[in-house]
């Protein structure tokens, strides 16, 4: 049953689900607005693939070895959400008795999105854009590799869904759809301004040029530091107009703490 869900707004966008009896939601903590009385909800560690308890669910499968391999499965996925800096349990939402309407936002000014999943593609997001969906699409943690992680700052780690059903995602200021295929196959973008894609979209990152004048140029004064991300190949991507460090930098400049003047780049400093 597909998932009844509206997106509304325009600055700070909400999704409104709509649940009927026997369809579950679960969210990120710090990601729910409002619910009817007739929604439950229930704090768990475990995700919907992490063996914890479904509805319906007792988690008894065999026995004591099976509540053990349960009980190691929710440990591993905290931990690895807690290392990846991502909320360290997820809540759950289910209607009893009739329908129920449950509120979910995410924590910065910008668009929400609604990813319809086949059980063919899994979608990559950038860390915190995740903010609900339906209990049958699993989620979970993508660690970019090596040099392409450390190099590339938010890219490093990476939200992953799998399975069918609906996934909420939320981003800051506006959302533009493109396809690498339209654009020759390759579009490089801020690491900052990337929101989601599609599984078969090759995600890297790359230097700023050369290490010449122009290469250190566009890293002082261009303000996009060393790295730029790459996408590659025949898939939807999902960008940002708004990344959270140029935010940040407002922010602080508003307040008069920014003191990087017009070099920017790697000049930037602020008082504490």
Known sequence: MTLQQEIVGSAMQMAVVNLYPGQTVYCEAGKFLFKT??????????????????????????????????????????????LAGESLAFQYFSAQGGEGTVGFAGVLP????????????????EKDAFVAAESTVDFGIAFQGGRTGMSGGEGFVLERFTGRGTVIIAGAGNFIDLNPADFGGRIEVDTGCVVAFEEGIQYG????????????????????????????????????????????????????????????????????
């Open 37 to 82: 009385t007739n929604v439950t909800m229930e704090t768990r560690l475990s995700g919907p693939s992490g063996g914890g308890p479904q509805q319906g669910g007792s988690g008894a499968g065999g026995g004591m070895g099976g509540m053990l391999r349960q009980a190691m499965g929710t440990a591993m996925q905290a931990g690895q959400r807690m």
């Open 110 to 125: 910008g668009e929400m999105r609604a990813l319809e999943l086949d059980g063919t593609r899994a979608w990559f997001a």
């Open 205 to 272: 990152v790359q230097r700023v040029g050369g290490l010449n004048r122009q290469g250190l140029m566009n890293a002082v004064f261009g303000g996009e530091g060393l790295s730029l991300a790459t996408l590659e190949g025949n898939g939807r991507v999902i960008l940002q107009s708004l990344t959270i460090e140029s935010l940040a930098n407002a922010l602080r400049k508003a307040q008069g703490g920014d003191k990087q003047g017009p070099t920017g780049g790697l000049f930037s400093t602020h008082a504490g």
